[in-house]
C-alpha cells in the first residue's frame, strides 16, 4: 500500500530554516507530481509548492516564492521543502501529496497523502 510520511518538522524563531521530507513507500512515485500544502488552525488546506515528475519544473504559492524551494530525488523516493527565512504565519500543519497527473494546486486531485508534519514559527 502506497504511503507517503512526511518529517523535519519542528520549532524554529522567524528568520530561521527547516528542511521537511516526505518520504515514500508502497509504489514508485518518480512519476508523480508532488505537492506540500499546509493547514494552519482554523484555515482551509493551502497550496505551498508542487514539482513535476521531471524535476524541471516548480510551482508555489506567492506567499512562499523566493523563501521556499521543493525538490525530489526519485532515486531515494523523497521529496523535499526547504523552507526560509520563516515567518510566524508559516506556522502550520504541513502535508505532502502526490498524483499521477500534472502538477495541480488544488488538493481534491491528489490521491496520496501523508500524516503531516508541525512546524511552528514563534516570533
Known amino acids: 500500500q502506497a504511503q507517503l510520511v512526511e518529517s523535519g518538522g519542528g520549532l524554529v524563531q522567524a528568520g530561521g530554516s527547516l528542511r521537511l521530507s516526505c518520504a515514500a513507500s508502497?509504489?514508485?512515485?518518480?512519476?508523480?507530481?508532488m505537492g506540500w500544502f499546509r493547514q494552519a488552525p482554523g484555515k482551509e488546506r493551502e497550496f505551498v509548492a508542487a514539482?513535476?515528475?521531471?524535476?524541471?519544473?516548480?510551482y508555489y504559492a506567492n506567499s512562499v516564492k523566493g523563501r521556499f524551494t521543493i525538490s525530489r530525488d526519485n532515486a531515494k523516493n523523497t521529496v523535499y521543502l526547504q523552507m526560509n527565512s520563516l515567518k510566524p504565519e508559516d506556522t502550520a500543519v504541513y502535508y505532502c501529496a502526490g498524483q499521477p497527473g500534472d502538477y495541480s494546486e488544488y488538493a481534491g486531485v491528489y490521491n496520496y497523502w501523508g500524516q503531516g508534519t508541525q512546524v511552528t514559527v514563534s516570533s
Open positions: 508502497g509504489r514508485t512515485f518518480s512519476s508523480y507530481a
Open positions: 514539482i513535476r515528475w521531471s524535476n524541471r519544473n516548480t
